[in-house]
């Protein structure tokens, strides 16, 4: 099966950081299926035009975290992603995201107070597009 | 580090007008190494040293850990298959079944249904003499009965010489599958970049006989990057370059815009921001550009 990641050669991200983040996204977001077979370690790395190290590396960390398990002679399948995990996983990424923008404002001197009515504004002007 | 196929050790061979060698390296086990290099550069050599077509006039070659000073083994024979650069004369008169029938003489572990599965894949005519085919279809006889002898290890010199670029893709998937089943190691020696990104996991870059080194393929992303930045003169930027480790090409590109290479520049460029330079624009060197500079004796690895 073909994975949806795109890889970047101008990001100062290192490849297999790239890879390991966006397949664990795609798996804790319900993109690819619990009980997916992923292609073997040399077909993805074909794929993704990287050498078969970097992506047994990123098998093997995701493995560690318990989002995937593979099973002698058969391949490598995605787990079962607990409801917490998706949660904790939705809180960094927002979180994350946040600081992010915080940082932006500190950069160029934006006050709290400035800081807090842009946010509301901006929250306030998407949620009411959502609906 | 897995166990080696394949270990040169100060391996030298002097041929009529060059020399090759000293060679020092190491092929892993289940791994593709990419031989790179200019013609000339004694990748062939080394192949021909690798199945004793040639041997060295100095040091050892070790296969799957053991050397074999008195000539490989049969068994050992029977585990490797080899594609040359140019196809042997012997089997010109006759057809891929009669070819087949050959080598199925000497390979006790070829796999009549995975030829005839290959054959059909590459689509290669089984009535034509081989020496009447085209140059692509010979060529892919030649892999489809390297691989049907189910060797262990596979040297491949320039495999895919005159494929056209379905037939190309075919081999490459083939490859992958064929290694995934059976965890074989390959040495292929080419000229395509494009088949080093697909294919490799390591890469040998061999220059007028030696070893330049050997390397992850991955660890080469990122390594270079053209920089653009703001610079009133060139003493600007040379000044700027001479604070960055492994900078090269400085140049004034335009009127308060220069540009240079810069080596694992996103572990530097803070530096850059620190003394208030505006980077414009940089972008990651191509693999062919990295190893085109690697020949010029800028190692991709060293800061």
Not at chain 1, 34 to 48: H, M, N, Q, V, Y
Not at chain 2, 242 to 260: D, I, R
Not at chain 2, 272 to 291: A, F, N, P, T
Request: hydrophobic share 40%.
């Amino acid at each position: 099966m073909w994975i949806p990641i795109q890889i970047n050669e101008n990001s100062a991200e290192p490849l297999y950081h790239q890879i390991e983040t966006q397949l664990k996204s795609l798996i804790i977001s319900g993109t690819i299926a619990e009980g997916t077979l992923l292609p073997s370690i040399r077909e993805f790395a074909g794929d993704l035009k990287c050498s078969v190290i970097t992506v047994r590396r990123v098998y093997q960390d995701l493995e560690v975290q318990g989002l995937l398990r593979t099973k002698q002679g058969t391949g490598t399948f995605v787990s079962h992603v607990g409801e917490g995990a998706m949660e904790e996983y939705k809180r960094v990424a927002v979180e994350k995201a946040l600081e992010n923008a915080v940082d932006t404002a500190l950069s160029v001197q934006c006050g709290e107070e400035e800081l807090n009515e842009i946010f509301r504004k901006i929250v306030k002007d998407k949620y009411g597009e959502a609906k | 580090m897995a166990q080696q196929a394949i270990e040169l050790r100060n391996v030298s061979k002097k041929r009529p007008n060059k020399v090759i060698g000293p060679l020092n390296l190491q092929i892993p086990q289940g791994y593709v190494t990419a031989l790179v290099g200019q013609n000339g550069s004694g990748k062939s050599t080394l192949m021909n040293m690798l199945i004793q077509l040639t041997y060295p006039e100095e040091g050892e070659i070790r296969w799957f850990e053991e050397a074999h000073p008195d000539g490989l083994p049969l068994t050992l024979r029977q585990n490797i298959a080899y594609v040359p650069e140019t196809s042997m004369a012997e089997e010109n008169f006759w057809t891929p079944p009669e070819a087949a029938a050959f080598r199925r003489h000497w390979y006790p572990g070829w796999d009549q249904p995975f030829f005839e599965e290959l054959m059909n894949r590459f689509e290669i005519p089984r009535k034509a003499r081989l020496s009447k085919m085209s140059k692509g279809e010979r060529r892919k006889f030649e892999i489809a009965s390297a691989l049907a002898a189910r060797p262990q290890l596979l040297l491949l010199d320039e495999p895919s010489s005159g494929l056209d670029p379905f037939a190309w893709r075919t081999m490459l998937d083939t490859l992958r599958q064929y290694m995934d089943d059976t965890g074989a190691t390959v040495l292929i020696s080419t000229h395509i970049v494009e088949e080093v990104r697909r294919l490799a996991d390591y890469i040998v870059l061999m220059h007028r006989g030696r070893l330049l080194g050997m390397t992850e393929k991955d660890s080469l992303f990122g390594a270079w990057n053209e920089v653009w930045v703001n610079a009133g003169s060139e003493e600007e930027l040379l000044e700027l370059t001479a604070e960055l480790p492994g900078t090269l090409q400085a140049k004034l590109e335009a009127p308060g815009v220069g540009s240079f290479l810069a080596r694992h520049f996103h572990r530097n460029e803070k530096r850059l921001q620190d003394m208030g330079v505006k980077v414009i624009k940089s972008r990651s060197l191509e693999l062919e550009e990295i190893l085109s500079l690697w020949m010029e004796g800028y190692h991709p690895d060293k800061d």
